[in-house]
C-alpha cells in the first residue's frame, strides 16, 4: 500500500526547495501530488482490479473463458454508448470508429502526462537556479532561512550574497528574464490543460462548462455524464465455432472505472481553472512587485540611514537581478533578515567603495 504520508513528507521538503511564490508552487507542487495521487488510482483500478464486467446473453458452446476473453476484447477493442434505447444489432454500428469510446484506456497515461507538464517548469528554473548564475541560488536562501536565527549565519549570507552579486556579471536581468520565462510557462501549461483535457474528451465545449449546464437543466441534481458511460455495448466479431464458422455476439458491459475517472476529471477541470486565475495573479503580483522594487529598496535604505548615495548602490551593485533576488528572498525568508541584508551590504559596499576613491594606493617609491 502507497504510504502518502511519506510523499507528503517529501513534497513539503520540495517546497522550499527552490525560491518559488506560492502560484508556482501551487503547479509544481500540489498539483503534480494531486495528479499523482490520481494516477496512482486509475492505475490500480484498470491493472489491478477490475474496471469492466460484461454480460452476454448468447456463448458458444464450449466458451469457458469466453466471459474474460469478451471483457477483454471490450476492454481493447472500445465500446458504444448504451442511450436506454433499442439495442440496435447492426454489427457495422459496433465496428465504425465514429461510434466507438477509446479514451478511457488512456487516461492513467494521459494524467502521467499531465503531471510531467506541471513539474517541467519547475524542473527548468530548479536548474537554472543551480547551474545558471555561477553560484547556486538555492544555497543563498538556505542561508537566508538560517540568517533568521544566527548571528553567524547572517554574517555568511552577506558575504555569499556579495560574492554572486559582484560575480554575476553575465547579464544585470538574466534572473529577471529567465524567471518570467518560467511564469510563462506555467500560465500557458494551466490555460493550456483546459484545452487538451477538451480534445482527449473528444468534445465540442470546456467539460465543466458541460457539467454546469447539465446540474442546471436537471434541478440540481446530478446522475452522470455522457462523456463517461457507464453502461455501454460492444460487439465481439471473429469467435470462431466448433463447425468453422463466424459468430456475432453482443455484450452489454459496465464500466465501473468511468464512475471514479468522472468525478477526477471534475474536480480537476475545476482545479485547473482556479489555478489558472491564481497562476496569472502571481504573474501580475510579480509585475508589480518588479516595478516596485527600486522604490522598495531605497525605502530599505533609508530605514537603515544609509541614503548617502542610493542610486549607485542600486543600479551599479545590485542591478536588477540583485534587486529582483532580493525580492525572492524576502519571499522565502522574511523581510526582516533581507533588511539586514541590504543594510549590511550597502555598508560593505560603502566601506570599498571609500577605501577605492578617498584611499587611493599611493607609489612610495616617488615620495
Known amino acids: 500500500m502507497i504510504d502518502f504520508s511519506h510523499i507528503i513528507t517529501k513534497l513539503q521538503a520540495i517546497t522550499f526547495d527552490t525560491m518559488e511564490d506560492f502560484g508556482d508552487k501551487l503547479n509544481s507542487v500540489y498539483t503534480v501530488f494531486i495528479l499523482i495521487v490520481f494516477t496512482t488510482l486509475i492505475t490500480t483500478k484498470q491493472y489491478i482490479t477490475s474496471p469492466i464486467t460484461c454480460y452476454t446473453p448468447v456463448i458458444p458452446h464450449g466458451g469457458i473463458n469466453f466471459k474474460e476473453y469478451v471483457e477483454s476484447y471490450c476492454w481493447v477493442k472500445g465500446t458504444v454508448v448504451d442511450n436506454g434505447s433499442n439495442i440496435p444489432y447492426q454489427e457495422k454500428i459496433y465496428t465504425d470508429n465514429k461510434n466507438t469510446i477509446y479514451y478511457y484506456q488512456w487516461i492513467p497515461f494521459v494524467l502521467g502526462l499531465q503531471c510531467l507538464m506541471f513539474y517541467l517548469p519547475h524542473f527548468i528554473w530548479k536548474l537554472f537556479c543551480r547551474y545558471g548564475t555561477g553560484m547556486d541560488l538555492n544555497y ?185 533576488f532580493m525580492r525572492m528572498l524576502e519571499l522565502d525568508s522574511g523581510s526582516g533578515v533581507v533588511e539586514d541584508l541590504i543594510c549590511r551590504l550597502y555598508e560593505k559596499w560603502n566601506l570599498k567603495t571609500i577605501n577605492k576613491y578617498i584611499l587611493p594606493d599611493v607609489n612610495l617609491s616617488t615620495i
Request: proline content about 1%; glycine content about 2%; charged content about 15%.
Open 140 to 324: 543563498i536562501s538556505i542561508k537566508a532561512t538560517k540568517a533568521k536565527y544566527s548571528t553567524e549565519e547572517l554574517n555568511e549570507l552577506v558575504q555569499v550574497t556579495d560574492s554572486f552579486i559582484r560575480n554575476n556579471n553575465i547579464c544585470s536581468f538574466i534572473i529577471i528574464l529567465f524567471y518570467s520565462l518560467v511564469k510563462l510557462l506555467y500560465v500557458t501549461n494551466t490555460i493550456g490543460q483546459l484545452y487538451l483535457m477538451k480534445k482527449f474528451l473528444n468534445i465540442k465545449s470546456f467539460f465543466g462548462s458541460m457539467i454546469l449546464n447539465h446540474i442546471w437543466k436537471n434541478n440540481y441534481e446530478w446522475q452522470e455524464s455522457k462523456i463517461f458511460p457507464r453502461i455501454v455495448l460492444c460487439g465481439v466479431k471473429n469467435v470462431l465455432s466448433t463447425l468453422g464458422s463466424r459468430n456475432y455476439y453482443l455484450s452489454q458491459c459496465v464500466l465501473s472505472v468511468n464512475m471514479l475517472s468522472e468525478k477526477i476529471y471534475i474536480f480537476l477541470w475545476f482545479w485547473f481553472l482556479i489555478n489558472s486565475f491564481i497562476t496569472i495573479l502571481s504573474l501580475s503580483i510579480w509585475i508589480i512587485r518588479c516595478i516596485k522594487s527600486v522604490r522598495w529598496i531605497k525605502n530599505v535604505l533609508k530605514r537603515c540611514d544609509c541614503i548617502s548615495d542610493d542610486n549607485t548602490f542600486i543600479f551599479s551593485y545590485l542591478k536588477y537581478d540583485g534587486i529582483f
